[in-house]
Each structure stands twice: as C-alpha cells, then as structure tokens.
Nanobody, 125 residues
Framework: QVHLVESGGDWVRPGGSLRLSCALS????????IGWFRQAPGKAREGIGF????????YITDSVKGRFAITRADARNLVYLQMNNLKSEDTAIYYC??????????????????WGQGTQVTVSP
C-alpha cells in the first residue's frame, strides 16, 4: 500500500527557509510522479511542482520559481521541498502526493491518487 508522510513544517519568520520531506513507501512501480501542493485557509489547493521518478523531470510553478526547489534522495524514498525567502502568503498546509503509475506527469490534484496527511508551514513575524 502506497504511503506518504510529510515532515518539516514549522513556524518561520519572513525571509526564512524550510525544507519539507516526503517519505515514500509501498510503491510497486517506479513509474510515478511526486507532486507538492499546498492549501491556505479559505483557499483552493494549489500545485507547487512535481518530480518524475521515471526520468527526473522537474516542474515548479511560476509563483514560487526561484524560491522553491524539489529534489529527491538517491535512494528515491525521500522527496524534498526546499523553500527559501519565505513570505507570509506561503503560510499553508503542504502536501505531497503520488500520481497513478504510468500517467504523464502533470500538476493537477485530481491526477494524484495518494496523499500524505500534510504538514503546517506558518510564516509570520
């Protein structure tokens, strides 16, 4: 059974940095994509980016490009979201998710079948 667990969420001051981790387990295929999403209070879930486990293809949405980066451990059982120069508007619950193996990588929440429980990131003075 596919299982994802996020960690690393915390309170940080504006301009600070955090690295979120997504621990992966239970995959029976290597052909999956891991996406990062976030949801702020009262707002819709927003896609941040993804990394394809098949070919390492990366995508980061324009709103966070240059501040956020997605990487993975060599063992491919951990995916990271590095967040720099955090702003108050980055406050949200952050989720990692896995899509259906074999599907082309896209940043649409509906295409992701497995989700972690989320980790809270709070950016404030």
């Amino acid at each position: 059974q596919v299982h994802l667990v996020e960690s690393g969420g915390d309170w940080v001051r504006p301009g600070g940095s955090l690295r979120l981790s997504c621990a992966l387990s239970g995959f029976t295929s290597d052909a999956y994509t891991i996406g990062w999403f976030r949801q702020a209070p009262g707002k819709a879930r927003e896609g941040i980016g993804f990394i394809s486990n098949t070919d390492g293809r990366l995508y980061i949405t324009d709103s966070v490009k240059g501040r956020f980066a997605i990487t993975r451990a060599d063992a491919r059982n951990l995916v990271y979201l590095q967040m720099n120069n955090l702003k108050s508007e980055d406050t949200a619950i952050y989720y990692c998710a896995a899509d259906v193996p074999g599907n082309p990588p896209v940043l649409m929440a509906a295409e992701y079948a497995h989700w972690g429980q989320g980790t809270q990131v709070t950016v404030s003075p």
